[in-house]
């Protein structure tokens, strides 16, 4: 049995050699290999994963992708979990390590001997930079918990340097290039195939803020104007596939979403750019043929409007 580690790489050459070497130090009783690809990276990562590859005494479990062309964050993800050819996979991202050398170890017994789950995770921490300790939560508690397949297909939140999960998914729909967060589309097609467990007896991950970080240090308004794109993607997923009942779920959260991003344009006396997003929102409705649920966004912003 072998397990694939997915790590893709641009521009981390302050970070990358800390997360190579936070899987390497893996202690296991099954074949390991870690996948990287660089996305034609113009600083000294390359020369860093190449250095590791031919000194480190491990160095040989590393395959190394040097993408010819930039395919951007998402594309570059997915196209190497394409060629993740384990029976499981887990994610570790350039800039962010694993603090546990038995994590796989925990989490493959776990998955090997319930079969029902898909996917295994587990805590963060928060690092800065220069790698220390950030002293602040950024996994709610209440979500630190196992999660039915239903939960899972309708989006519960894993952080990717925490997932190990079977290899399991043989078709990725159009539909997921669209998006930055890819990591919520992943985990809602998992769902398909059964839960997920969160492992208490794992130690945290380390998640790194810094400058380049692709999500951590993002204000919540451009958050929500990823969310928007990745709900939305998800409800044409699952109406395409012709599953009404989870493809509402997304369109909610997706009319929920744009409620949030017009009531911050109205509020910054942003009219036309809150008119915009207000008739792009009806246009998908009627689209999908949501025009009854539309209903709800036009009475709150009407109500938001009065009371301001």
């Known amino acids: 049995m072998t397990v694939t580690v997915c790590m893709i790489n641009y521009n981390q050459e302050n970070f990358i050699q800390e997360a190579i070497e936070s899987v390497l130090m893996q202690e296991c009783d099954f074949s390991l290999e870690l996948l990287i690809s660089d996305d034609c990276s113009t600083d000294n990562s390359r020369g860093i994963i190449n250095y590791i590859i031919k000194n480190h005494p491990k160095g040989n479990l590393i395959t190394f992708i040097e993408r010819e062309e930039n395919l951007g964050l998402t594309s570059n993800m997915l196209k190497t979990l394409k060629?993740?050819?384990?029976?499981?996979?887990?994610?570790?991202?350039?800039?962010?390590f694993w603090r546990d050398k038995f994590k796989l170890q925990k989490e493959i017994e776990f998955l090997n001997n319930n079969k029902d789950f898909v996917v295994s995770f587990h805590d963060v921490n928060l690092f800065d930079k220069n790698s220390k300790k950030i002293n602040r939560n950024y996994i709610l508690e209440a979500v630190k918990r196992d999660y039915n397949s239903i939960e899972l297909v309708c989006g519960a939140f894993l952080m990717?340097?925490?997932?190990?999960?079977?290899?399991?998914?043989?078709?990725i729909p159009n539909e997921i290039y669209k998006v930055v967060n890819w990591d919520l589309f992943l985990t809602s097609l998992l769902g398909e195939f059964g839960k997920a467990k969160f492992m208490k007896n794992i130690s945290p991950a380390g998640y790194r803020l810094h400058q380049n970080n692709n999500s951590g240090t993002l204000t919540e308004i451009n958050k929500d104007y990823q969310r928007k794109v990745v709900f939305y993607q998800l409800l044409r997923y699952y109406y395409r596939k012709k599953n009404k009942e989870v493809s509402l779920v997304f369109y909610t959260k997706y009319r929920q979403t744009m409620l949030r991003l017009i009531k911050n344009k109205i509020s910054c006396i942003s009219y036309f750019d809150s008119i915009k997003l207000y008739f792009h929102f009806m246009l998908k409705s009627f689209k999908y043929s949501y025009w009854k649920e539309s209903v709800y966004l036009t009475v709150d912003v009407i109500k938001f409007i009065k009371n301001k």
Request: aromatic share 8%; charged share 30%; net charge negative.
């Open 83 to 96: 060629l993740c050819k384990g029976e499981y996979i887990a994610i570790c991202d350039s800039d962010d």
């Open 160 to 171: 990717p340097v925490t997932m190990c999960f079977r290899n399991v998914i043989k078709e």
